[in-house]
């Protein structure tokens, strides 16, 4: 039996035990429904070799070597990840189009006697779902961007206020990257599944409660914002932390702890502003982070860099704005600012 979705919160109220992905392993990498495990009936040589076979010699011969393969790779899956499954349990099994490959997989499952069903319309029906959430509906809750120059701790206040019952897209952790030029974490969730984890957090929104979103630019490292969220960013009344330079730079050198840990890597950051700025300062900012003198590098680099954007960026807005004063950005700290800030957002909505 094939279950349709109508929307993203349709899924979890299958209450399904396991969600089976059989596409190949570069599908299931670049995107995959919540909470998904990939048992591919075909990896990415077979599901190749099958294509080449389909178009070179006949339909019915690729078939029937996909049939073949198929069930090859069904029996290791049910030796392996599937052995220890009792008989009462109810899987949910796509692949690309709710076709074939779901379809013979689950067949074998259902003959067993397990309560298999399939997705109708696949992966490409769960992503339609998705581009629906993020490109074509606006975000019903409204929003508050919290704001603050670089350092001025926004992404730890951000997750405090989520502890605090304040509704919170994080955008950053859903890309993967801390926003900056030096904000890099490791590779980044692809486009479609940076997409997929912001429909969803968008889905469980309380539309009555306000969201609060951290200032971005209209890009996460290499994750653009989708046009409705950026739109909305952009018209959202703002709270913003106000903090003297020195507690942020002592607020950066703690937070981006891993970067001064690898000379190698902040060098060759440090060297990507190099277009943007004279030998001369570029070349006092390497010999700062050589010598290990992070804060006085956070320093030169709001100052010179940082500073002087966010002011030209927030010149063009003509948007409600609320500040919210920390002399002090020490984790000890943050908690009592994460209530102002939590304060200032309710007066501003």
Not at 28 to 54: C, F, K, W
Not at 87 to 97: A, E, F, I, M
Not at 243 to 264: C, E, I, N, W
Not at 277 to 292: S, T
Request: proline share 6%; net charge neutral.
């Amino acid at each position: 039996m094939a279950i349709t979705l109508t929307s993203l919160s349709d899924l979890a109220t299958h209450g399904f035990d396991d969600i089976i992905d059989v596409r190949a392993p570069t599908e299931y990498a670049e995107d995959h429904l919540p909470g998904a495990i990939s048992l591919p009936v075909l990896d990415d040589a077979e599901r190749a070799r099958v294509g080449t076979v389909y178009k070179q010699v006949s339909p019915f011969t690729a078939r029937k070597l996909g049939a073949a393969l198929v069930a090859r790779n069904a029996a290791a899956h049910l030796e392996g990840v599937l052995a220890d499954r009792p008989g009462g349990w109810r899987p949910l099994v796509y692949c690309w189009r709710g076709g074939q490959r779901s379809g013979s997989f689950a067949t074998i499952l259902a003959q067993i006697g397990w309560r298999v069903e399939t997705l109708a319309g696949g992966y490409k029906a769960w992503r339609g779902l998705v581009v629906k959430a993020v490109y074509d509906t606006p975000i019903a809750a409204p929003v508050v961007v919290l704001d603050g120059n670089t350092g001025s701790a926004k992404t730890d206040v951000l997750k405090l206020l989520a502890a605090r019952g304040v509704q919170v897209i994080d955008l950053e952790g859903l890309a993967g990257h801390r926003g900056s030029l030096f904000g890099a974490l490791g590779p980044q969730p692809s486009q479609k599944a940076f997409e997929a984890g912001l429909a969803m957090a968008i889905a469980a929104l309380d539309p009555s409660r306000p969201v609060v979103i951290e200032a971005e630019s209209s890009k996460v490292g290499e994750r653009r914002l989708p046009p409705e969220i950026w739109k909305a960013m952009v018209a959202a009344p703002r709270v913003a932390i106000a903090a003297p330079v020195g507690a942020r730079a002592a607020y950066l050198t703690r937070a981006y702890g891993d970067l001064t840990a690898d000379a190698g890597r902040l060098a060759a950051t440090v060297e990507l502003l190099r277009p943007l700025h004279p030998a001369e300062v570029i070349a006092r900012w390497q010999a700062l982070a050589g010598a290990g003198e992070f804060a006085a590098l956070a320093e030169e680099l709001m100052a010179l860099h940082y500073d002087p954007r966010y002011a030209k960026h927030r010149d063009r807005m003509a948007v409600p704005f609320a500040e919210v004063a920390a002399e002090d950005l020490s984790e000890a700290a943050l908690p009592a600012l994460a209530d102002r800030v939590a304060e200032a957002v309710r007066r501003l909505v």
